[in-house]
């Protein structure tokens, strides 16, 4: 293993991010590593502003009856930010927009993504949608993220802005999954084949064709909300002779696959850290592979399970309950894999190892409760409570949310050329680590409970699980707070350089300076060997 | 183990960047297949509202065929004509450009922009009519009550298809129109003739859909 | 999966002299013109009788032919590669997953009667 | 098996135990065994020394990745049976069900059962038999949940659905609605209480005050309503205006509205003010003072009412009526505090007595006798004590603490309304009605 041939080239002083300077230079590039930081200070924000409800929310929920918010108003209006927020203007710009945008060239040899301009645009379409939703906020929407008719038809807060906003960060979600879907097509360097391909590209494949064919869905489902609004087109309510469920199948058709388009990326970055850390290759490639893009597809045929109790046929349920467990399969068949990749390993424990494995135990969690609410019968039972809601944050912020710490981890001596101190971060993973499941256990037992979600206040009996449950929020935002903090300060005061391969990895983008150049790579690299090469063959 | 050999391809150093961030057929096929997966993008936009069709269809087949005869038959069939031309007319520039006949290119695109126009003429003189009937968003004439459904639908789906002909159209002047006037396009250099026309088609494949969905059967 | 793994070309294998796609000529759009007009005229015609919901299934296989015209052929369709035609088809693919999956719950739903609490207080 | 749901209410509760516990342990056993097999790993082949040790390059295991996709698959399609199994039962009611008429609507749940009977937040069923709820909203999605019951539906409107269970217990049970509706989303709760057959059957056939309203001809059964839904505080018989419109010759009345449309006091009209009072307010009075009818009054009622309307040419004698007090700055006039709280009681224009009795009735709401000091039940199922405190938010809030058994339908008008001084007065009349 050497990057010798390249060393020759390299100048480690002249890079993407200081080749040019100024704001502008930064506001106006195209170069998909720069974009990458434009996507990930604006998403941040919108992290700390959905961290910050969730907070006050679960301050509020600590106790019985009403305690700091005053008006259940205002806490519908919290987690419907917090909702809106996290979805729409973090979690899905989230993986695919930072570290997608940043590593998908750099993994597969290219110079830059297929359509640079767009690139930049659809950042700039995404700022545009962050701004009309923060105008909504103005007179907060209070329907919940999921905006059901008739209460998002009927209420008199700025759903029709706040929908807009969707659809147009939605738009954005789509040029993204096209750039990418073209670039991997199209500039896949000389030897780069599709069977080379790192898993993380294989996940952001997958991700765009989701983002890309799902996303004009609930764009037109959301427009239609809106004509209702304006002019009562009569397709959503009832009173109108409109279908309340109807809005829900199409909100649905693209809110299930959504959920892929969170975890997949994530999926794919796990399956990156962990034969680096073990120095074995990944076991199962082809499979892991195959079941990224089963799960995309399957993802969209089992929509209806977010609607046993919604009043649709029993027929309907039944079908999509039976399809759903399609989607346990390749799931379970990834967590096999990255399991029986660490035999016989060398395994070392960076902070990108911990949270990799961590999300390997909150996976699990949020794959198995994720089995109840497939099943018919016991889905009744916990549709709508706490159990959802636990299970929902175990996918996504066990999932996603740490799959993007994980990756800001791993590849941060990559991004920024610089080496975090690696006891603040484990500390930081300790925290938060503990802190979400201390936040989200005591929440499937409520769900057991059969406390509701969406409630501003609840019966007595119910509080001494809610308290634990707020002091362990508090704890997770400490931890993410203490690990964006350590990460951004490393950054801009940290002293250690990071080698072009601090981790010693055989995928391409470890291969070019750190920080890259502003064309990733100093001459054009010629693949020849799979992305995780690592071990020895036995020659039996 | 073997080297992650990384050798000096083919880029002389110190190229501007992005000049020769791909070459000419990479290129042209990303571009392609960049439009064609937005069309796909536009197609489902318009499924939503085809799926909603269907199922308020299902619910109120009565008042839907009674809703789909008030509206003017014939307009509808003269815009399909209309778009159909047009459709034609901008497939016949980009053989023009690949024949490198720019003239021809601005000629058959001012046809599709003049189909476009006269589309809207009548797209605009169906709403007025519609209107003057008690039949369109916020002036609903009771009596129609029961065509709401159908309506709301038609004027989504055909007020979607519109905006769809004027950016269409607009794309069609910018990437075709004005620079064929300065013979750009070749047979090497084409692409943004043929990316506008693929965007007027899909204006024109929607239609196929949405007139006999609202004018005839209903 | 299995397709060409060289990258740097179109995956366009019908490169034509010059150009980079193939050119078709006038005449065969002017053909499919006269087709597609055709065509409409049958869809009217068709709309006048009534075949009950025969009907719609017609209007919709003969719209079905004319888009399927319009996508070979004026939109080039017919000449490219198979990672295009499968983007041409995702759409039309989901599409009928839409509205079959809709159609798994609309038609099967419970017709509970409509008691009681009219018929009761009359 | 593990008992983790709680309390099991219905004949097939057991069922969704019995698959949510095998599940558990399904899922329990994969997690410990994964994450096991994973630790023990990083333990056993963990990096020694900070260098690294020869691994194999083993790429994958063609036995293996079969077992473990056939094995999942075989998992899956055994639990996906038991959810099915469960579900089954679930959704298919005996022919024989009781059937009972449910609507919800911001926020509170309505129950009618087949004999005319009718009750709010509170649905009581008799034990061992099965009952089916036909469901629908009047205004946005609900859903009825009842956990010891297991079951679980929307409520949708414009349409209906159902669920039914079959109680296999006495006692009382609470009910969600577990589809956010809005404010008091999480306010919108029942009671579900199970009755042995013969009480029940006691408590459906004590029908005597709807009996003897249907008897009556429609107009006297309006003339008994317009006292009984307390009408009468707000609109007179004689011509006199009040908090509302007077009733004298309302019927086909011809006027203008606040909005400067005129109007035809029609029947239309009357249903829709009495259900929506919002939507067209005669010029001159103001909106926001009538709670809406909607769910408390039944067709049959509101026709009588229109009825009685008719009949209204002032020679009408109010038998029960309340003498009120000429409206007065009520302030100024009394004496003692409690007197001027009494005097905001009957003032017309706060209209307290519409829905608050003084000799203990029931009423739209609690009555104010005892009420001082009273312990009251909400309708969250928490107790509360009425003290001053209380009294001052019930009147400025009236939705945050709903006492259970009654509807939140009180106005939130009075504050900015009604003074703190106001409210003082009023709870020194509330301590004299012992």
């Given at each position: 293993?050497?990057?010798?041939?390249?060393?020759?080239?390299?100048?480690?002083e002249v890079?993407?991010?200081?080749?040019?300077?100024g704001i502008?230079s930064?506001?106006?590039?195209t170069?998909?590593?720069?974009?990458?930081?434009l996507y990930?200070?604006a998403?941040?924000i919108?992290f700390?502003?959905?961290?910050i409800?969730?907070?006050?929310?679960r301050?509020?929920?600590?106790?019985a009856?009403p305690?700091?918010i005053?008006?259940p108003?205002?806490y519908?209006i919290?987690?419907?930010?917090h909702?809106?927020?996290?979805?729409?203007?973090f979690?899905v710009?989230g993986i695919?927009?930072?570290?997608?945008?940043?590593?998908?060239?750099?993994?597969?040899?290219a110079?830059d993504?297929?359509?640079?301009r767009?690139n930049?645009?659809?950042?700039y379409v995404y700022?545009?949608?962050?701004?009309?939703?923060g105008?909504?906020?103005?007179n907060?929407?209070?329907?919940g993220?999921t905006?059901?008719?008739?209460?998002s038809?009927?209420?008199?807060?700025?759903?029709?802005?706040?929908v807009?906003?969707?659809f147009?960060?939605?738009?954005?979600?789509?040029?993204t999954?096209?750039n990418?879907?073209v670039?991997?097509h199209?500039?896949?360097?000389?030897?780069?084949?599709?069977m080379?391909?790192?898993?993380?590209?294989?996940?952001?494949?997958?991700?765009a064709?989701?983002?890309t064919?799902?996303?004009?869905?609930?764009g037109?489902?959301?427009?239609?909300?809106?004509?209702?609004?304006?002019?009562?087109?009569g397709?959503?309510?009832?009173t109108k002779?409109?279908?309340?469920?109807l809005?829900?199948?199409?909100?649905?058709f693209y809110?299930?696959?959504?959920?892929?388009i969170m975890?997949?990326?994530?999926?794919g970055v796990?399956?990156e850290?962990?034969?680096?850390?073990?120095?074995k290759?990944?076991?199962?490639?082809k499979?892991?592979v195959?079941?990224?893009?089963a799960?995309?597809?399957?993802?969209?045929?089992?929509?209806?399970?977010?609607?046993f109790?919604?009043?649709?046929?029993?027929?309907?349920?039944k079908f999509?309950?039976?399809?759903t467990?399609?989607?346990a399969?390749?799931?379970?068949?990834?967590?096999f894999?990255?399991?029986?990749t660490?035999?016989?390993g060398?395994i070392?424990?960076?902070?990108?190892?911990l949270?990799?494995?961590?999300f390997?135990?909150?996976?699990m969690?949020?794959?198995?409760?994720?089995i109840?609410?497939?099943?018919?019968g016991v889905?009744?039972?916990?549709?709508d409570?706490y159990?959802?809601?636990?299970h929902?944050?175990y996918?996504?912020?066990g999932?996603?949310?740490i799959?993007?710490?994980a990756?800001?981890h791993?590849w941060?001596p990559?991004m920024?050329?610089?080496?975090?101190?690696?006891r603040?971060?484990?500390?930081a993973?300790?925290?938060?680590f503990?802190?979400?499941?201390l936040t989200?256990?005591p929440?499937?037992?409520?769900?057991m409970?059969?406390?509701?979600?969406?409630?501003y206040?609840?019966?007595?009996q119910?509080?001494t699980?809610?308290?634990?449950?707020?002091?362990g929020?508090?704890?997770n935002?400490f931890?993410y707070t203490?690990a964006?903090?350590n990460?951004?300060?490393?950054?801009?005061?940290?002293k250690?350089?990071?080698?072009?391969?601090?981790?010693n990895?055989t995928?391409?983008?470890?291969?070019?300076?750190?920080p890259?150049v502003?064309?990733?790579f100093e001459t054009?690299p010629v693949?020849d060997?799979?992305?995780?090469?690592?071990?020895?063959h036995?020659?039996? | 183990?073997?080297n992650?050999?990384?050798?000096?391809h083919n880029?002389?150093p110190g190229?501007?960047p992005?000049i020769h961030?791909?070459?000419t057929?990479?290129?042209?096929?990303?571009?392609k297949?960049?439009?064609?997966?937005f069309?796909?993008t536009?197609?489902?936009?318009?499924?939503v509202?085809f799926?909603?069709f269907a199922?308020m269809?299902?619910y109120?087949?009565h008042?839907?065929?009674?809703a789909?005869?008030h509206?003017?038959?014939?307009?509808?069939?003269?815009?399909?004509a209309i778009l159909?031309?047009?459709?034609?007319?901008?497939a016949?520039?980009?053989?023009k450009?690949?024949?490198?006949?720019?003239r021809?290119?601005?000629?058959n695109?001012?046809y599709?922009l003049?189909?476009?126009?006269?589309?809207?003429?009548?797209k605009?003189?169906?709403?007025?009519?519609?209107?003057?009937?008690?039949?369109?968003p916020?002036?609903?004439?009771s009596?129609?009550y029961?065509?709401?459904?159908?309506?709301?639908?038609?004027f989504?789906m055909t007020g979607?298809?519109?905006l769809?002909v004027?950016?269409?159209?607009?794309i069609?002047?910018?990437y075709?129109?004005?620079p064929a006037r300065?013979?750009?396009?070749?047979?090497?250099?084409y692409t943004?003739v043929?990316l506008?026309?693929?965007?007027?088609?899909?204006?024109?494949?929607?239609?196929?859909y949405l007139f006999p969905l609202?004018y005839?059967?209903? | 999966?299995?397709?060409?793994h060289d990258?740097s070309?179109?995956?366009?294998g019908?490169s034509h002299?010059?150009?980079l796609?193939?050119?078709?000529p006038?005449?065969t759009?002017?053909k499919?013109?006269?087709a597609l007009?055709?065509?409409?005229i049958?869809t009217?015609?068709?709309a006048k009788?009534?075949m009950?919901k025969?009907?719609?299934?017609?209007?919709m296989?003969?719209a079905?032919i004319?888009?399927?015209?319009?996508?070979l052929?004026?939109?080039?369709g017919?000449?490219?590669n198979?990672?295009?035609?499968t983007y041409?088809?995702?759409?039309?693919?989901?599409?009928a997953?839409?509205i079959?999956?809709?159609?798994t719950?609309?038609?099967?739903?419970d017709?509970i009667?409509?008691f009681k609490?009219?018929?009761?207080?009359? | 098996?593990?008992?983790?749901?709680?309390?099991?209410?219905?004949?097939f509760?057991?069922?969704?135990?019995y698959?949510?516990?095998v599940?558990?342990?399904i899922?329990?056993?994969?997690?410990?065994l994964i994450v096991?097999v994973?630790?023990y790993f990083?333990v056993i082949?963990r990096q020694?020394n900070?260098?690294?040790?020869?691994?194999?390059?083993?790429?994958?295991?063609n036995?293996?990745?079969v077992?473990?996709?056939?094995f999942?698959?075989?998992?899956?399609?055994?639990?996906?049976?038991?959810?099915?199994?469960?579900?089954?039962?679930l959704?298919?009611?005996?022919?024989?069900a009781?059937?009972v008429?449910v609507t919800?609507?911001?926020w509170?749940?309505?129950?009618?059962?087949?004999?005319?009977?009718?009750?709010?937040?509170?649905?009581v069923?008799p034990?061992g038999?099965?009952?089916?709820l036909?469901?629908?909203s009047?205004?946005?999605?609900?859903?009825?949940f009842?956990?010891?019951?297991r079951?679980?539906?929307?409520?949708?409107?414009?349409?209906?659905?159902q669920e039914?269970?079959?109680p296999?217990?006495?006692?009382?049970?609470?009910?969600?609605?577990?589809?956010?509706?809005?404010?008091?989303?999480?306010?919108m709760m029942a009671?579900?209480k199970?009755?042995?057959?013969?009480?029940?059957?006691?408590?459906?056939?004590?029908?005597?005050e709807?009996?003897?309203?249907?008897?009556m001809k429609?107009s006297?059964?309006?003339?008994?309503?317009?006292?009984?839904k307390?009408c009468?505080?707000c609109?007179?018989?004689?011509?006199?205006p009040?908090?509302?419109?007077s009733?004298?010759?309302l019927?086909?009345?011809?006027?203008t509205?606040?909005n400067?449309?005129?109007?035809?006091?029609d029947?239309n009209?009357?249903?829709?003010?009495?259900l929506?009072?919002?939507a067209?307010?005669?010029?001159?009075y103001?909106?926001?003072?009538?709670p809406?009818?909607d769910?408390?009054?039944?067709?049959v009622?509101?026709e009588?009412?229109?009825?009685?309307?008719k009949t209204v040419?002032?020679s009408q004698?109010?038998?029960?009526e309340?003498?009120?007090?000429?409206r007065q700055d009520a302030?100024?006039?009394a004496?003692?505090?409690?007197?001027?709280?009494?005097?905001?009681?009957?003032?017309?224009?706060?209209?307290c007595s519409?829905?608050?009795?003084?000799d203990?009735?029931?009423?739209s709401?609690?009555?104010f006798k005892?009420l001082w000091?009273?312990?009251?039940k909400?309708?969250?199922g928490t107790?509360?004590?009425?003290?001053?405190?209380?009294?001052?938010?019930?009147?400025?809030?009236?939705?945050?603490?709903?006492?259970?058994?009654?509807?939140?339908?009180m106005?939130?008008?009075?504050?900015g309304k009604?003074?703190?001084?106001n409210?003082n007065?009023?709870?020194?009349?509330i301590?004299t009605l012992?």
């Amino acid at each position: 293993m050497s990057a010798h041939a390249s060393t020759a080239h390299g100048n480690d002083e002249v890079n993407y991010l200081n080749w040019k300077t100024g704001i502008w230079s930064w506001l106006t590039s195209t170069d998909h590593k720069r974009i990458c930081f434009l996507y990930l200070f604006a998403i941040m924000i919108f992290f700390i502003g959905g961290g910050i409800a969730a907070l006050i929310m679960r301050t509020e929920l600590a106790f019985a009856g009403p305690t700091i918010i005053k008006d259940p108003h205002l806490y519908n209006i919290l987690f419907t930010m917090h909702g809106v927020f996290m979805i729409f203007l973090f979690v899905v710009p989230g993986i695919p927009a930072t570290l997608g945008n940043f590593l998908i060239p750099l993994m597969i040899g290219a110079k830059d993504v297929a359509f640079p301009r767009l690139n930049l645009f659809s950042f700039y379409v995404y700022v545009i949608g962050a701004l009309i939703g923060g105008y909504a906020m103005l007179n907060p929407v209070d329907t919940g993220w999921t905006f059901y008719a008739p209460y998002s038809t009927t209420t008199n807060t700025s759903v029709s802005l706040m929908v807009f906003a969707a659809f147009v960060l939605g738009f954005s979600s789509i040029l993204t999954g096209l750039n990418f879907i073209v670039t991997i097509h199209q500039l896949r360097a000389p030897g780069m084949t599709w069977m080379r391909l790192p898993v993380f590209v294989w996940a952001s494949y997958a991700t765009a064709v989701i983002q890309t064919v799902a996303t004009p869905v609930v764009g037109m489902t959301l427009l239609l909300v809106i004509a209702e609004r304006a002019f009562g087109a009569g397709i959503f309510d009832p009173t109108k002779g409109g279908d309340p469920v109807l809005m829900e199948h199409l909100f649905w058709f693209y809110s299930h696959p959504v959920v892929y388009i969170m975890v997949l990326p994530a999926f794919g970055v796990v399956g990156e850290i962990i034969p680096v850390f073990s120095r074995k290759p990944l076991f199962g490639y082809k499979m892991v592979v195959i079941s990224s893009m089963a799960i995309a597809a399957v993802g969209f045929i089992v929509w209806a399970h977010h609607m046993f109790v919604a009043g649709i046929s029993d027929f309907s349920a039944k079908f999509f309950s039976i399809v759903t467990f399609l989607v346990a399969i390749p799931t379970a068949v990834k967590v096999f894999n990255w399991v029986s990749t660490m035999y016989k390993g060398s395994i070392s424990f960076k902070t990108p190892m911990l949270y990799a494995m961590a999300f390997v135990f909150l996976f699990m969690v949020a794959g198995t409760t994720g089995i109840y609410l497939a099943m018919l019968g016991v889905d009744v039972y916990y549709h709508d409570t706490y159990f959802v809601v636990a299970h929902f944050h175990y996918t996504i912020q066990g999932g996603a949310v740490i799959g993007l710490i994980a990756a800001l981890h791993f590849w941060f001596p990559k991004m920024t050329g610089k080496i975090y101190s690696e006891r603040m971060a484990r500390i930081a993973f300790a925290f938060l680590f503990f802190g979400f499941n201390l936040t989200f256990i005591p929440q499937f037992i409520l769900g057991m409970d059969g406390m509701p979600r969406r409630y501003y206040d609840y019966p007595v009996q119910y509080q001494t699980l809610h308290t634990i449950s707020t002091i362990g929020a508090y704890l997770n935002g400490f931890g993410y707070t203490f690990a964006l903090v350590n990460l951004l300060w490393t950054a801009k005061f940290g002293k250690v350089k990071a080698p072009r391969n601090p981790y010693n990895s055989t995928s391409l983008e470890w291969q070019t300076a750190s920080p890259p150049v502003h064309e990733n790579f100093e001459t054009t690299p010629v693949v020849d060997h799979d992305p995780y090469n690592y071990g020895t063959h036995s020659h039996a | 183990m073997s080297n992650a050999a990384i050798v000096d391809h083919n880029v002389p150093p110190g190229e501007p960047p992005h000049i020769h961030h791909m070459d000419t057929p990479t290129a042209y096929g990303a571009a392609k297949l960049g439009m064609w997966l937005f069309l796909a993008t536009e197609i489902l936009l318009f499924a939503v509202m085809f799926c909603s069709f269907a199922i308020m269809r299902y619910y109120h087949l009565h008042e839907f065929h009674e809703a789909s005869h008030h509206l003017d038959l014939r307009a509808g069939a003269l815009n399909t004509a209309i778009l159909l031309f047009s459709s034609y007319t901008a497939a016949v520039a980009v053989t023009k450009a690949q024949m490198g006949d720019n003239r021809g290119v601005v000629k058959n695109f001012t046809y599709s922009l003049l189909c476009g126009f006269g589309f809207l003429i009548v797209k605009s003189y169906e709403y007025t009519h519609k209107a003057h009937e008690g039949m369109f968003p916020f002036v609903w004439n009771s009596d129609f009550y029961h065509y709401k459904n159908f309506l709301g639908l038609y004027f989504c789906m055909t007020g979607l298809h519109a905006l769809h002909v004027i950016i269409g159209m607009a794309i069609m002047f910018w990437y075709g129109i004005r620079p064929a006037r300065n013979n750009r396009f070749s047979g090497k250099y084409y692409t943004p003739v043929e990316l506008s026309a693929l965007y007027w088609h899909l204006v024109d494949l929607i239609w196929i859909y949405l007139f006999p969905l609202l004018y005839l059967v209903g | 999966m299995a397709h060409s793994h060289d990258h740097s070309h179109s995956g366009d294998g019908h490169s034509h002299g010059d150009t980079l796609g193939h050119v078709v000529p006038v005449k065969t759009f002017a053909k499919v013109l006269g087709a597609l007009l055709v065509l409409t005229i049958i869809t009217v015609a068709a709309a006048k009788i009534d075949m009950g919901k025969w009907n719609i299934v017609g209007a919709m296989v003969i719209a079905s032919i004319k888009a399927s015209l319009v996508i070979l052929v004026f939109m080039h369709g017919k000449y490219e590669n198979k990672i295009i035609w499968t983007y041409i088809l995702i759409p039309f693919i989901l599409l009928a997953i839409m509205i079959g999956g809709v159609f798994t719950d609309d038609p099967f739903r419970d017709r509970i009667q409509h008691f009681k609490v009219t018929e009761q207080a009359k | 098996m593990l008992g983790l749901l709680g309390e099991q209410g219905s004949d097939f509760a057991h069922k969704v135990d019995y698959a949510h516990d095998v599940v558990t342990i399904i899922s329990v056993v994969c997690t410990v065994l994964i994450v096991g097999v994973m630790l023990y790993f990083a333990v056993i082949y963990r990096q020694r020394n900070g260098k690294d040790h020869e691994t194999p390059a083993i790429e994958g295991n063609n036995t293996l990745e079969v077992i473990w996709t056939v094995f999942p698959t075989l998992v899956c399609i055994w639990v996906a049976w038991l959810g099915y199994d469960s579900f089954v039962d679930l959704r298919t009611p005996p022919a024989n069900a009781m059937e009972v008429n449910v609507t919800g609507r911001k926020w509170a749940w309505d129950f009618q059962y087949s004999n005319g009977k009718k009750t709010t937040s509170e649905l009581v069923v008799p034990v061992g038999e099965p009952v089916k709820l036909i469901m629908t909203s009047r205004d946005v999605l609900h859903s009825f949940f009842v956990p010891v019951m297991r079951t679980k539906m929307d409520v949708i409107p414009g349409r209906y659905t159902q669920e039914w269970f079959r109680p296999i217990k006495t006692g009382d049970f609470q009910v969600f609605c577990t589809e956010y509706c809005g404010n008091e989303h999480s306010k919108m709760m029942a009671r579900l209480k199970v009755l042995p057959r013969a009480e029940f059957e006691r408590w459906l056939a004590d029908d005597s005050e709807a009996k003897k309203l249907a008897a009556m001809k429609p107009s006297d059964m309006g003339k008994q309503l317009y006292v009984a839904k307390s009408c009468n505080t707000c609109h007179s018989l004689d011509g006199s205006p009040k908090v509302g419109p007077s009733w004298l010759k309302l019927y086909n009345r011809q006027g203008t509205l606040t909005n400067g449309q005129s109007y035809v006091a029609d029947h239309n009209y009357i249903k829709e003010s009495i259900l929506n009072p919002s939507a067209k307010i005669v010029s001159g009075y103001s909106a926001g003072m009538m709670p809406s009818y909607d769910g408390q009054i039944s067709d049959v009622e509101i026709e009588s009412i229109i009825e009685f309307i008719k009949t209204v040419d002032g020679s009408q004698k109010i038998e029960p009526e309340v003498t009120l007090p000429k409206r007065q700055d009520a302030g100024a006039s009394a004496a003692s505090p409690a007197d001027r709280g009494k005097a905001l009681f009957q003032d017309s224009a706060n209209a307290c007595s519409g829905c608050h009795s003084i000799d203990g009735s029931r009423m739209s709401g609690p009555s104010f006798k005892g009420l001082w000091g009273r312990k009251e039940k909400l309708a969250d199922g928490t107790e509360v004590s009425v003290d001053a405190a209380y009294i001052k938010e019930s009147i400025w809030k009236p939705q945050a603490k709903v006492v259970a058994g009654y509807p939140p339908i009180m106005p939130g008008i009075y504050e900015g309304k009604l003074s703190e001084e106001n409210i003082n007065d009023i709870i020194e009349y509330i301590k004299t009605l012992q």
